[in-house]
């Protein structure tokens, strides 16, 4: 028996016979569970119905809303697609590494059909048979593909710059089936890049490496020759008075004489060899495994190819060069090492005359640790009264008459003893100290004529005195100058000072101005080293100049046979049709101050008459 009816019979007392009422009360009961049933199932119905109705409802919405979003996907896809056509294309490979299929949009970037491309530029995109191409697709640690670059011509001929990034496509087994690859054009942040490089990287003046890079790529050549054991040599060039050049004529005539200097050396090194401009008119020179015997023939032709005239906006300019030179590893083993020992070389062709090369000794390290310590010591002398004048007589050329003197310095060290100007006088330039130096002898001159004139009551003797540009820069000469005339009572005729054509042709207006105001104090005005300088010829007549100072270079020319030298020749006689007084330095024997008569020129001096002497000896000598 069913369960159930067994529950609802036992509910109505049933034990195994009915009643009528009982029977009617029980089909009843029957009745209405099954209309209840009934009406559960119709209910269960009417819900199915309306949940399937929504269910079709939202599965139609669905489908809308998914086609919607599929189109607008594609949509953009296309958008981006045709945006990205003048920077992008896309390839297909097959397991051999070869084109299957090129994007149309390699004609937009390139202006090439997919054939034409895929005919010209296989060869480059091709990564070779199929058992190399995973070793080649240039997967990072990380499992991203690294991608790579290749230069390209455009339709024109133009190169374009382009990053390649490849993707492996796998079968189901996980064997490569071929490669897709995505190609970008960045050329223009390529010559971005390399605009940055240059800026970085070039001198901005002259196109060649700077020090940084310099500095980049001797760490590197170090790096390589240490393990190679090769040699590579290291030039240190410095071009001889360029500063005089900048200070006279400017730095625009300054900036293309180095131009044209880094022009001729170009023409002379080989392509693989270094070549840095480090700072002003200082240059580094790097060959590469190259003999000593073959570096110095090159050398001579670099030298050579330098001095060759340049003529610049009308200045014909005869120029030479100082060059240090180190070896590797032999001077040096690190970039710092090697810098310093090949400019100490460089300042050793200085000392020498310039217009020559020296190769690095150890010795020459000790000679500059000298000077630091002279660079030390000169402050405190000054101070310590470790300085002295000597003077040195001025004659007429016609009677070897005495009527002046120039005044010259000498040091008295402590240690090394007397040392000549030629030792310390560029030290104190580079300084600054030449400018307290310099009040010290204007001081001492004035002293020294101020006892002159108490003793023998004679004014008409004067003392030359050499002047610095620096001091006409900074050291407030006419202050100098008009203080010490008042305060020791001398007649300011009594002082001629020395300029070189230097600070004559350094900012001419501001020079004129100064030199006109110390002439007022009667301070007579005598340019020194005459001949030496650059165009000093236009700048003559503007400048209220006494006296014309021959060089010595020019006095050693004469010859004993007493045949005519133009260049001195001209000097005097301008010097004469200008009304200056013509003075020769340097004269040393008997012939040369007999031409010099013969010629017209004043005053001489030199060792023929007599060398510099102390004070006391001078006064002795020339006045008693």
Known sequence: ???????????????????????????????DTYNKSDENRAYQRKMLEY???KINKLHALSLEEKKNRIFFMEEKYKRLLKNLQPNY????????????????????????????????????????????????????EYGYNVPYEVIVQNNLGTDFYLEVTEYPIFDDRNNILGIEGIVRNITEHKVHQKRITNMLYSDTLTGISNRLHLEIMMEKLIAENEKSKNTFSMLYLDIDH?????????????????????????????????????????????FKDIKKKKLEQIIDKLMYVIQNIHTINGYELHVTSSIGVVIFP?????????????????????????NTYTFFDEKYSELLQDEMQLMQDMSQAIDNNEFELYYQPKVLVKNNKVIAAEALIRWN???????????????????????????????????????????????????????????FQHGNLYKSLKENIEKYDIDGTQISIEITESIMMENVDSMIKIINKIKKLGVHISLDDF???????????????????????????????????IVLDTIIAMGKTLNMSVVAEGVEHEYQRKYLEDKGCDIYQGHLFSKALPEKEYISTQFN
């Open 1 to 31: 028996m069913n369960s159930l009816l067994e529950y609802q019979l036992k509910s109505l007392g049933y034990t195994g016979t009915f009643t009528e009422e009982k029977l009617l009360t029980f089909i009843n009961l029957v009745n």
């Open 51 to 53: 949940a399937k109705d």
């Open 89 to 140: 294309f896309f390839y297909t490979k097959n397991n051999e590494g070869r084109f299957t299929s090129i994007s149309d949009s390699v004609f937009n970037m390139l202006g090439f059909s997919t054939e034409e491309f895929m005919e010209k530029y296989s060869d480059i995109f091709s990564y070779g048979l199929r058992s190399d191409i995973k070793s080649k697709m240039l997967i990072s």
């Open 242 to 286: 360029f500063k005089h050049i900048n200070d006279t004529l400017g730095h625009d005539v300054g900036d293309i004489l180095l131009q044209k200097v880094v022009y001729s050396i170009n023409a002379v090194i080989r392509a693989s060899d270094i070549f840095a401009r480090i700072g002003g008119d200082e240059f580094v020179i790097i």
């Open 330 to 354: 032999y001077d040096g083993v690190s970039t710092v090492d090697l810098m310093k020992r090949a400019d100490i070389a460089m300042y050793q062709s200085k000392k020498k005359g310039r």
């Open 413 to 471: 060290h402590t240690f090394y003893g007397y040392i000549l100007p030629n030792k310390f006088i560029a030290l104190a330039e580079n300084t600054g100290l030449i400018l307290k130096l310099g009040r010290w002898v204007i001081r001492e001159v004035c002293v020294f004529l101020h006892s002159l004139n108490t003793l023998h009551k004679n004014k008409d003797f004067s003392v030359a005195i050499n002047i610095s540009i620096r001091q």
């Open 531 to 565: 001949g030496t300088g650059y165009s000093t010829l236009s700048y003559l007549s503007k400048l209220s100049i006494d006296e014309l100072k021959i060089d010595k270079a020019f006095v050693d020319k004469i010859p004993q046979d007493g045949t005519n030298t």
